[in-house]
Each structure stands twice: as C-alpha cells, then as structure tokens.
C-alpha cells in the first residue's frame, strides 16, 4: 500500500498537531525552555582532563522521562548535556510518541508507534537542528511509509540531506551530523544510522548484549576500502587535531580525506559532498520484538568512545537495582552513564536515550497485557 502526494499534506497536518510539545527535547536557542536542560550548574570537584586543563564535574537536570507506556515502549527516559570543557551542545534529540494514523487505516487497525532520534552534530548546529525537526517527518511524509518502513527510513535520510544541502547553499554552512533512530511499529523495531552514533539492545535480563548499528569510521574495514575505492584517503593524526571551537577533539585517530572527518558517513557537510567519499547514506535494520528483549540504549559518541556496550548495558541494570520508582529507575539510568562517560574524561557533548520494553514488566511492577496492536 503505498501512500501519495494526496495524502501528505493531510498527514503532514495531522503529525504537526500530535508531535508532544517537548521542550526537553530541543536545546537549541530558539526552542530553549528554562525548565528543561538548563545551563547546568557546576559541582565543585575538580578533574584534570587530558588537555591539562582542571575542569568541574556538570550537575545532570532534568532528564525528561515518559509517564505512560505506548505499545512495546513502557517508558523511555532522555537528556543531553555540553559534557566537562565544551561550551556548547550540538547534540539533539527528537521523540515523537503515538505516531498518527495515516490514510488507509483505521485507528483500530493502526499500531502503537513512536521514533526515537538523537543528531550529533559538528562544524555547528544547524544541520543537526535541521534533522531534529525535519528527518522524522521526512520519513511519515515518504510514500513507502507505512508499507515499507525501512525503505521509508532510508529514503527519509536522502531527503533530508537533499534538502538540508540546499538550505546550506543559500546559507553558507557547512556543519553536519550524525544520526541514529529508532522507530517501533507494533511489535516491529526499526533502527537507522549514519555516523557513529550507536544503539544497542540487552535481552535475557542482561545476559546478553546486542549492537544493533554500524560505526561509520574509517576504522572500519568495509569503510575504508568504501572510502578509498571512492577516491579518499585516510590519515591518521599523531597531534591532538582542534574543531573550529579551538576545542580538542583527537588525537591518534584516522581520518577521511577531504574533510578531515573522524567518521566516514555523516548528513550534511557541504563541503565534503561533491564527490561520494563522505555518504549519507543509513544502514537500515529490524526486528520483532519479544518478551526477551529488555531495553534499547541509544548514545552520541560521547558516551560510547569511553564505555563498551556491555558496560552500558551493566550501568543501567545496576541503575535499575538501586532505585525503587519506574520514574526514577528510568532517569537514573540515564544519568548514571552519564556520569560514569564523565568519570572516564570524555571531552566531547554527551546524549542518552534509554527505550524500556514490555520485557521489563515484571521488574518495574507492572501488570500489563503482552498483546500489542501490530502492523498487518
């Protein structure tokens, strides 16, 4: 079943009017909202990063939590914060719960859906405020949507760079940014990414530990014989290399000639696009979701460049341990990988987004039907 240009607008109309206004979710100047990711206060413990420098340890505020369950998702807690030197975040989030029904179905016969995104952006904000408010109604606006929801996703990601690349043009801006999402659909997961941005899932009550994206870098094998059949290099730098901040942001590292990009795959950066070495290009992935599966956590490279999957995965399980309320299971997680990517000197902006599955009922309490409405 596909769905047209007839229907968009309709749609269009129908998503603005039941995205949850969520100022938690935007931190971005025009939208910033004094009661949710504030300027955040500083602790008075010193730590000395590699850069020499003493820095303060952040307070972490007001992670944004959910109160009720949509579907598959019990509950899903997020926040994001500029980290221990950065003086801004160009890290954005985006959560739309309870998807709008679109032509062709019926509320009865149309699933529980919510997207999850988190957009790490460089060089500046506004490509990753531009996926923030534009890539998930790229993808409900695509005419592959619902039918076909990881064609949809992969033809949302083009589009938007297709349209955020113009908007630059006549702007004069070369910033870029990663991103990963997760979109349920029923009792579908669907998860995308571009970048170096990761989402992994713990099933079995954390006995087991799954990545469910790719890292784009030129570490990776398949990107850098991608990168060099497509006529780029790869350099790796022995000197600690500044963003445009003056802010250190590697050392040792590889990277993708032209753009001198830690990652080989990214939205955006004009100024790298006029050849197919930098791409956009998502890797696309689903699966059913089932009881076994306990809960996906989505993190910036912030988090992941510090702490292995497994050690995530463990800081939430602990996380859960220590606190009695679903609320404040749920925002503890959060916080406490946070802190712990700060304990081990990440230098970079961090983001956190935990998604909690029926699978957890019975650890939060919860007495609920398994049966979910599902994609037909």
Request: positive net charge.
């Amino acid at each position: 079943m596909k769905y047209g240009s007839d229907s968009t607008p309709n749609f269009s109309q129908t998503l603005s009017k039941s995205i949850p206004r969520l100022p938690a979710l935007s931190n971005s100047p025009k939208h910033r909202s004094s009661g949710f990711f504030p300027e955040s206060k500083k602790k008075k413990i010193l730590r000395v990063n590699s850069d020499g420098e003493k820095h303060q340890d952040p307070d972490i505020e007001c992670t944004a939590v959910s109160k009720k369950r949509c579907g598959y998702v019990l509950r899903y807690a997020a926040n994001t914060h500029p980290g221990l030197v950065r003086k801004s975040n160009e890290d954005r989030l985006s959560i739309i719960i309870n998807i709008p029904c679109p032509e062709g179905f019926t509320p009865e016969k149309w699933p529980h859906c919510s997207f999850f995104g988190i957009y790490d952006g460089h060089g500046g904000k506004m490509c990753c405020n531009f996926l923030k408010d534009n890539l998930h109604r790229l993808i409900f606006e695509n005419e592959h949507f619902p039918s076909r929801p990881k064609e949809s996703l992969f033809r949302g990601f083009l589009k938007a760079e297709e349209d955020f690349l113009n908007l630059a043009a006549k702007k004069n801006d070369t910033s870029g940014s990663c991103a990963v999402v997760v979109m349920i659909l029923g009792d579908k997961c669907y998860i995308a990414n571009t970048g170096d941005s990761r989402a992994v899932i713990s099933s079995h009550r954390g006995e087991k530990v799954h990545r469910l994206t790719v890292d784009h870098k030129p570490s990776d094998p398949n990107e850098y014989n991608r990168v060099i059949m497509a006529g780029g290099n790869i350099v790796t730098h022995s000197y600690p290399v500044l963003n445009n901040q003056g802010m250190k942001i590697g050392e040792n590292c590889s990277r993708v000639v032209p753009g001198n990009l830690a990652i080989s795959r990214a939205l955006g950066d004009a100024d790298v696009k006029n050849n197919k070495v930098v791409i956009p290009d998502p890797e696309v992935r689903s699966f059913r979701l089932t009881e076994e599966f306990d809960f996906i956590v989505m993190a910036s490279d912030g988090i992941f460049d510090k702490l292995s999957d497994r050690e995530v995965v463990e800081i939430v399980w602990k996380s859960f341990g220590k606190r009695c309320e679903v609320q404040e299971k749920m925002q503890g997680a959060v916080e406490d990988v946070m802190r712990m990517a700060f304990m081990r000197h990440t230098e970079d902006n961090v983001s956190v987004i935990v998604i909690a599955f029926k699978g957890l009922k019975e650890i939060f309490g919860m007495n609920i039907s398994v049966n979910s409405r599902v994609l037909e």
